[in-house]
C-alpha cells in the first residue's frame, strides 16, 4: 500500500485575490470619507438633544378636539382607500406584465425583457417621485395617490409574481404541453395555480407597502393623511402632528396585524 | 366503453405511428441515428435500454414535441411535417409521464379535465369550477375507470405516487385517444404500486383497443404488460419481438457491455 501524505492546509488567505483585497480596502475608504462627511458630529448631536427634546415637548399634549379628530378619521379613510384602490389597479397590471416578463412563460420570447425593464422602471422610481409627476400631471388629490401606488405595486407585484411564475413546477407544464393545451392555457391551467400561495403572499406585502406609502404621498400633495400632516409642522401646529403621527402609526400597525392574520389564514 | 367515434379509413388504422429513419441530436450529441418503427394500431410495446438510449426522444419524436433532424414520422395516419398535424395528432394521443405532473393544488376532478385542453373553448377545462357538465362527467367516468371517482374533491398533493399516478392515466384516457404515451409510468413508485399501475393502465388501453408505446427499466413488466417489447441502445434498435417469444436473458443482455 502506498504511503499516503496528507497535504498541508491552504494558505489563510488562499481564497483572497489581489482584486477583492483593492476592492476591500477601497470599500473601507468610502465608509470612512463618508462617516466624516455626512455623519452628525458630537457637537451637533449635542445641540440636537435639547432641541429635540423641546419640540417634543411642544407636541404635548396631542390635540383631542373631536372636530380634529373627526377630520383626522377621514383623511385616514381617505388613505386607506389610496392603497387599496392603488394596490388594486396595480395588481391587475401586473399581472399581464408578470406573463409577458417571465422566463419560460412569456409567449413574446426574446423581447420579454422590455416587459421586465417596464416593471423595474416602475420599481425604481421612488413613490414620491412618481407622485410628483402625477400631481403634477393630474393635479392635486387622492387620484394622484392612487395613481401613484399603482406604479408602486406594478415595479413591486410585476416582479414577484413573474418569479412565482418562473418557479412554477417544470412538469405539469410540459404535460399540459403536451396535450396540446396554448401557452394560456398552461398559464391558467397549472402556472397560476401553481404560484397562486406566492402571488398571495406578494399582493398582502404590496398592501402593506402601499398604506405605509400612501401616508407620506400627501406631503407632496397627492392626498391623504399627510397632507394635514405637512399642513401641521408648516404651521407649527406641533400638537396636531403629534396626533397624526399617532393615528398614522396605528393605522400602518393595524394593517401589517391585519396582513400577519391573513398570511396565517391562508397557509 | 364503446368506440364511440369513427375510426378513419383502414389503411390508416393499421398503424398508430410509422417513424421511418429518424434521426435526433441533443446537445450535439446523435440520440436517434436512422430509427425505424411501426405501432400497430392497437398494439402494446415496451421499450426497453440503458440510460441515454434515446427512449424518452423517441416518445416525444412520435408527437413532435422534439424535432428530427432526419426521417419521417407518421403518427395516427397524419405525417407530422404537415401544417397542423402535430396539433391534431396531440389531441388525439393521451400522455403518461415518469412523475405524474399533476397540478398538486388543483382538485384530482380539476387535474383530470386538464386533458381537455386541446378542445375548442379549452379555458373550461382551466378548473372543475369552470368546466362544461359533459366534461365533468367524462372526467368522472374516466376517474371511475381508475377507481378514484370517490377522490374527485380531493386536492391533487393529498394523493399516493400509485393513485396520483391513476389519476394521470385517467387524464391521459378522458381524451379518448388512440395513442398513448408513457414515459417510464412507473420509475417514481414502489414495486408493488407500480404492478398495480401497470396491470390497470394495460388492462384499460388493451380493453379500449388503443396503441401504447411505452418506456420501462423493468424486464419483467415489459414483458407482462406489452405485446411486444423493442430495446434501444445507442439511438439504434437492437431487438424486436413479440413479448411472448423473448428468450430468458435476451433482455438483460441488451443491458451489457
Not at chain 1, 193 to 217: G, Q
Not at chain 1, 251 to 263: K, P, Q, Y
Amino acid at each position: 500500500m502506498a504511503e499516503r501524505r496528507i497535504p498541508a492546509p491552504p494558505g489563510r488567505f488562499a481564497g483572497l485575490s489581489p482584486l477583492s483585497f483593492v476592492l476591500l480596502v477601497a470599500a473601507a475608504a468610502l465608509v470612512i470619507a463618508s462617516l466624516g462627511d455626512v455623519s452628525p458630529s458630537p457637537q451637533r448631536l449635542a445641540e440636537g438633544g435639547p432641541r429635540m427634546a423641546r419640540l417634543v415637548g411642544r407636541m404635548l399634549p396631542p390635540d383631542l378636539d373631536p372636530a380634529f379628530l373627526a377630520r383626522i378619521g377621514l383623511r385616514i379613510v381617505e388613505t386607506l382607500q389610496i392603497a387599496l384602490i392603488g394596490t388594486l389597479f396595480g395588481v391587475i397590471l401586473s399581472f399581464p406584465f408578470a406573463y409577458a416578463s417571465a422566463r419560460g412563460v412569456t409567449p413574446f420570447g426574446p423581447f420579454a425583457f422590455l416587459f421586465k425593464a417596464v416593471v423595474s422602471f416602475a420599481r425604481t422610481v421612488p413613490d414620491l417621485v412618481w407622485a410628483l409627476i402625477f400631481v403634477s400631471a393630474i393635479g392635486l388629490g387622492a387620484v394622484a395617490g392612487t395613481m401613484t401606488i399603482m406604479m408602486d405595486t406594478l415595479g413591486f407585484c410585476g416582479r414577484f409574481y413573474a418569479e412565482a411564475m418562473e418557479d412554477a413546477e417544470e412538469e405539469p407544464r410540459e404535460a399540459l404541453t403536451a396535450f396540446g393545451a396554448s401557452r394560456f392555457g398552461v398559464l391558467m391551467g397549472a402556472v397560476i395555480p401553481d404560484a397562486m400561495p406566492s402571488i398571495i403572499a406578494t399582493t398582502l406585502f404590496a398592501l402593506e407597502k402601499a398604506v405605509r406609502s400612501s401616508v407620506v404621498l400627501g406631503l407632496v400633495g397627492a392626498g391623504g393623511i399627510g397632507q394635514e400632516l405637512k399642513t401641521a409642522f408648516d404651521l407649527f401646529q406641533y400638537e396636531k402632528a403629534s396626533t397624526i403621527i399617532l393615528a398614522i402609526f396605528i393605522v400602518v400597525l393595524g394593517m401589517e396585524w391585519a396582513t400577519d392574520r391573513l398570511r396565517r389564514l391562508l397557509r | 366503453m364503446a368506440l364511440d367515434e369513427p375510426r378513419a379509413v383502414a389503411a390508416e388504422a393499421a398503424a398508430a405511428c410509422r417513424l421511418t429513419g429518424i434521426a435526433l441530436s441533443r446537445g450535439g450529441r446523435r440520440v436517434l441515428d436512422g430509427l425505424d418503427l411501426t405501432v400497430g394500431a392497437a398494439e402494446r410495446v415496451a421499450l426497453i435500454g440503458p440510460n441515454g438510449a434515446g427512449k424518452t426522444s423517441l416518445l416525444n419524436a412520435v408527437v413532435g414535441l422534439a424535432p428530427i433532424t432526419a426521417g419521417r414520422v407518421e403518427a395516427l395516419g397524419r405525417d407530422l411535417s404537415a401544417a397542423g398535424a402535430r396539433a391534431a395528432v396531440r389531441g388525439e394521443t393521451g400522455y403518461v409521464f415518469q412523475r405524474h405532473a399533476l397540478v398538486k393544488r388543483r382538485t384530482v376532478l380539476s387535474n383530470v379535465l386538464h386533458g381537455f385542453l386541446h378542445r375548442p373553448g379549452a379555458w373550461r377545462a382551466w378548473s372543475a369550477m369552470l368546466a362544461p357538465e359533459a366534461w365533468r362527467a367524462e372526467a368522472m367516468e374516466a376517474l371511475a375507470e381508475v377507481g378514484l371517482a370517490d377522490r374527485a374533491a380531493d386536492r391533487a398533493d393529498r394523493l399516493s405516487g400509485g393513485q396520483a399516478q391513476r389519476v394521470a392515466i385517467a387524464r391521459a384516457l378522458v381524451r379518448r385517444p388512440r395513442l398513448v404515451i408513457a414515459d417510464e409510468p412507473t420509475a417514481s413508485l414502489d414495486p408493488a404500486a407500480g404492478r398495480e399501475v401497470m396491470s390497470l393502465f394495460s388492462r384499460i388501453v388493451a380493453k379500449r383497443g388503443v396503441a401504447l408505446l411505452f418506456t420501462t427499466h423493468d424486464m419483467a413488466d415489459a414483458l407482462a404488460y406489452a405485446d411486444r417489447v423493442v430495446a434501444l441502445k445507442g439511438g439504434r434498435i437492437v431487438l424486436d419481438r413479440r413479448a411472448a417469444e423473448v428468450m430468458p436473458g435476451e433482455l438483460e443482455a441488451v443491458f451489457d457491455g
